[in-house]
């Protein structure tokens, strides 16, 4: 009779972590008696995730079931910024947003109206769905730059296709290079494999990055370079290759087109003239490239740090070349990889309505939403201005280049914004309109996985808080007030998902309930292009066309080099500043919750101590950054891990994180990189100043 309760043990709910980051890792989740969620870790059955997930992630009931997630439709009633709102209903916030979409349309005609949206989920139907919105409609377009488009311009540059070795294959690789990625931070997975390639084979690893970083830590080798002149650093490793014998000449003369003018080409790309570009010593680049040469079965895993390089996609083709003057790709555990996102062969027609595209609508630059919105006539294609905007799955108030001029875009007056998010954040606090967005556990979706080779469900698991709305729902309810139409608009997001389904040539959703995911990965001899790569003489281009990555190309190298095309290091800014991803925070995803704050802190400026004392500026001390675009207040750390001359800050804290009010994308540029356009988020010349 006094025994005591027995604890009420859980359900357990499958999905897919939904936050931009290539490892979507596969996932377990409690799903308490109240109807929450409770303890969220990594599924073990899964053969890339393999039970671990970032810690992040596995805190994410703190996410889910904060106090300040909103909750209902609010209608802004002070200035904008101010954060004073009004409850009101769904409809009435629906209705006056579609009427302010249609006077818009009426005064510029439909393309002032800027559906607006990336990665704060990364579910195809719940992410894309507003392109089916913006199609239907003739709205402007967007051309989504703020990631990915450098680095898969190099990437497939030189391959033809976007995918590569069997992610898995690290752990049977002899050396895996994590290059561009600080994986501990951003990626954990590819540590898992790297990991057990060394606990089983002895593997070594070596890490390629601008600071010694997390992962530089856990690492056998790691090189810290300046930032940008990662193309000096593999073409002076190639030079070695050549020198002494290490090239893999058979293989190359199979499978790459220019082997002999390549290697002569490298003839002064020497590891004396790397060594002055990069900061790295010769004795560092030749071990680096004798590890290389005598480790054939090596794994070059390539990271977005190359998409954030004004010569980014240059870079990423002269590192995917390594593997190709090694032959490395012949091996299990060899080759380089980027991204599998072409093994998916997806027919998005009905979540995208890409059967409603009128090529003659212009398409405006992501990273350029600050240009945009201030009435610069190139970045707005000589067109209308937009005067409405739709947001959803991003935050460019704060995560946007050029933040000082971003604000002063969100500051007019005739401009209309609804935002639909989970939190108040900045770029919300700028809306006409908020409504309050549901969490992956609470709406039904699909996910691909470009860091490994599994499609995942992600089904409803609990119910949303208060009045909060899966995106598809907003869409489908703006399109019945706009006279949009579209079949995708009169059916149920798990419809989408089970067409789509079948219409890509996949397993149904029932067989995806049963199994959790669906392993989509190519045969050994496809994966590592031993039938030819993807051009179509099937060749490896060691001299890429770079016409067919974008018409941005002028002045791009015709063979791997180091192009000088980053912000340089000038007496005005003598320093180069990266903002590179922090531990605890995913863009401005998880700033919200007390584990992740408390644990980075505070806004900080990693610099070097020998350029602190010149700077007479002491540990924790308040410095300021600045260019001609902005500046900020923020503490320094003094830091040895950083070369002289270069300035880390760990981003992206929300605004009203640092002194002033103003975060670190007040110092990034909006200009499109070549060769199609692309957020140079670690290419920044700075001065640096006691405050």
């Not at 579609?98 to 989920?121: D, I, M, N, Q, R």
């Not at 207040?633 to 929300?654: C, M, N, T």
Request: with cysteine; charged share 20%; hydrophobic share 40%.
């Amino acid at each position: 009779m006094n025994a005591p309760f027995a604890p009420v043990k859980p359900d357990i709910g499958y999905s897919a972590c939904p936050h931009d980051c290539p490892s979507t890792c596969a996932l377990e989740i409690d799903l308490m008696p109240d109807g929450r969620i409770g303890r969220v870790r990594g599924a073990e059955a899964n053969s890339y995730t393999a039970g671990v997930i970032c810690a992040k992630v596995a805190r994410y009931a703190e996410r889910a079931n904060h106090p300040e997630r909103l909750l209902q439709p609010l209608l802004r009633t002070g200035p904008k910024g101010s954060g004073q709102f009004t409850p009101i209903s769904w409809r009435e916030a629906l209705d006056r947003t579609a009427e302010a979409f249609l006077a818009a349309e009426k005064k510029y005609g439909s393309e002032t109206v800027w559906p607006y949206f990336y990665a704060g989920t990364m579910g195809l139907v719940q992410r894309d769905g507003i392109n089916r919105l913006r199609h239907a409609k003739r709205y402007s377009g967007q051309h989504s730059t703020i990631c990915v488009t450098l680095a898969r311009a190099g990437y497939i540059a030189a391959t033809g296709h976007l995918s590569g070795p069997d992610p898995r294959e690290m752990a049977k690789s002899d050396c895996v290079v994590i290059w561009g990625t600080n994986a501990v931070h951003t990626q954990v997975n590819v540590m898992t494999h790297a990991i057990r390639a060394r606990k089983e084979r002895g593997a070594k690893i070596v890490v390629v990055d601008v600071y010694n970083n997390a992962t530089a830590q856990q690492a056998d080798m790691a090189l810290i370079l300046r930032p940008g002149t990662d193309g000096a650093l593999a073409c002076a490793v190639m030079h070695v290759l050549f020198r002494d014998g290490y090239a893999d000449r058979d293989y190359m003369a199979r499978h790459t087109d220019v082997p002999a003018e390549l290697e002569a080409h490298l003839q002064t790309r020497t590891p004396e003239w790397a060594s002055a570009i990069t900061g790295l010593s010769v004795t560092e680049i030749e071990a680096f490239a004798r590890l290389l040469g005598e480790t054939r079965r090596h794994y070059i895993r390539l990271g977005y740090g190359f998409a954030r390089s004004r010569n980014g996609a240059v870079n990423m083709h002269a590192a995917t070349c390594i593997a190709s003057v090694t032959g490395s790709w012949q091996y299990e555990g060899g080759g380089a990889f980027h991204n599998n996102g072409a093994i998916f062969h997806w027919n998005k027609t009905l979540i995208d309505g890409l059967d409603a595209i009128d090529p003659n609508i212009r398409m405006l630059d992501q990273s350029q939403i600050g240009p945009v919105l201030t009435g610069d006539a190139k970045a707005l294609k000589n067109g209308p201005p937009v005067t409405a905007l739709l947001i959803q799955s991003t935050n460019p108030m704060e995560v946007a280049p050029d933040s000082n001029l971003v604000k002063r875009g969100f500051e007019r007056d005739d401009l209309f914004v609804c935002v639909h998010e989970q939190f108040m954040t900045a770029t919300a606090k700028m809306a006409d309109i908020v409504l309050p967005a549901t969490m992956f556990t609470e709406h039904d979706d699909i996910y691909q996985a470009g860091g490994q080779q599994h499609i995942l469900l992600g089904p409803k698991l609990v119910e949303a808080p208060g009045e909060a709305r899966e995106n598809h729902y907003v869409i489908c309810e703006l399109a019945k007030r706009l006279g949009a139409e579209h079949p995708g608009f009169g059916m149920s997001a798990m419809e989408i998902v089970e067409a789509t389904l079948k219409a890509s040539g996949w397993p149904d959703v029932a067989t995806l309930r049963s199994q959790r995911w669906h392993d989509c990965q190519p045969d050994f001899e496809t994966a590592h292009f031993l039938n030819g790569f993807g051009w179509p003489d099937r060749k490896f281009r060691f001299a890429p066309d770079w016409a067919a990555m974008g018409p941005d190309h002028a002045g791009m190298p015709r063979l791997p080099d180091h192009w000088t095309s980053i912000e340089e290091a000038t007496e005005e800014h003598p320093f180069r500043l990266a903002t590179s991803p922090a531990r605890n925070f995913l863009n401005t995803s998880f700033t919200e919750t007390p584990t992740s704050t408390s644990r980075e802190t505070r806004p900080t400026a990693f610099i070097h101590p020998e350029d602190a004392a010149r700077l007479q500026i002491a540990d924790g001390q308040l410095v300021r950054l600045g260019n001609r675009r902005g500046q900020i207040r923020i503490h320094a750390k003094l830091y040895d891990g950083v070369q002289r001359g270069v300035v880390i800050v760990e981003s992206i804290w929300p605004h009203a994180a640092f002194v002033d009010g103003m975060g670190i994308n007040a110092l990034t540029g909006a200009d499109a990189a070549q060769p199609n356009g692309g957020g140079a988020f670690h290419d920044n010349a700075i001065w640096v100043r006691a405050a």
